[in-house]
């Protein structure tokens, strides 16, 4: 079997990192297409130059990295330094990028890049508020037919939310933009906090990444350490949900994955629950299930899957 085709959208951000590592670790089964950047976790000058970062650290300086929108759809730039630090990928020692970002706006790229793939050819993997995405489909809906399948790290329901007591982060950014998404018609697989929250990666599992020697390996351990410093306030202990990483850990081995197929809308209405994702767990509204919601995560192939590749690379 070739190795599934995908776009990385991404706001590294040190779970964005492991995400996009672990994806890197796993040739046989992904090819990384291309990455394209966000404003979110941190500004966009800084999610750009962290892609680069991690793709030199992966070894992997040939993926191209888009630069994309600095902004949401309509709402104002959040960031979120107090989890990610001020470069967004605080706790890694990594040198400036020696790679230049595309001259192309990534918007412009995903869509030439989803129009001259075959249809169905292309998985589009969100990490972060979902801006470049909806601005493509705005910009040419001929390309919501053409992909295979939106993976996003997003949402949340049983959980609530980690922005708003309602709302995650990648979803309260740029509501309107998950909304344009979940109402496309694409198929779409969502990966919430409620099942973010059960991929806690752990001190010993660091442990264990680091002990593989690897720079790649030691410098994500590096990261994860800075990471897992928030949210004492959260957790009992210092494991901390690495969320991103949970998008790639669905392509590489779906079935260690709780799911359901449910109708799913994003509240882009009130001020109290903006960005909320109601997701219709019963189908009690009979309305279209228009999102596979990931609820569930078995932690042990998961960490084992992970720490597998990553530490393949170099
Ligand atoms: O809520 C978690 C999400 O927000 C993750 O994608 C993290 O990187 C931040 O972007
Ligand atoms: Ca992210």
Known sequence: MAPRKIIIDTDPGQDDAFAILFALGSPEDLEVVG?????GNV????????ALKVVELAGRPDVPVFAGCPAPMVKKLMTAEYVHGETGLDGAE?????????DEHAVNWMVRTIMAAREGEITVCTLGPMTNLA???TMEPRIVPRIREVVLMGGGFFEGGNATPAAEFNIFVDPHAAHKVFHSGVPVTMAPIDCTYTAQM???WLGTLRATGSRA????ANMAEFYCQYGDHKFP?????IHDACVTGYLLSPNIYEQRQCYVTVDISSSETIGMTVVDWWHVTGKEKNVNVLRRIEPAPFFDLMLDRISALP
Request: glycine share 2%; charged share 15%; no cysteine.
């Open 237 to 241: 202990t210092r494991a901390r949900p």
């Open 217 to 220: 390996a030691l410098e994500a």
């Open 135 to 137: 601005m493509a489909m």
């Open 43 to 50: 500004p966009l000058s800084l999610t750009t130059k962290n």
């Open 94 to 102: 990594l040198p400036e990028p020696a790679t230049p970002v595309q």
């Open 202 to 204: 752990t001190p010993e």
């Open 35 to 39: 990455i394209t950047t966000v404003g």
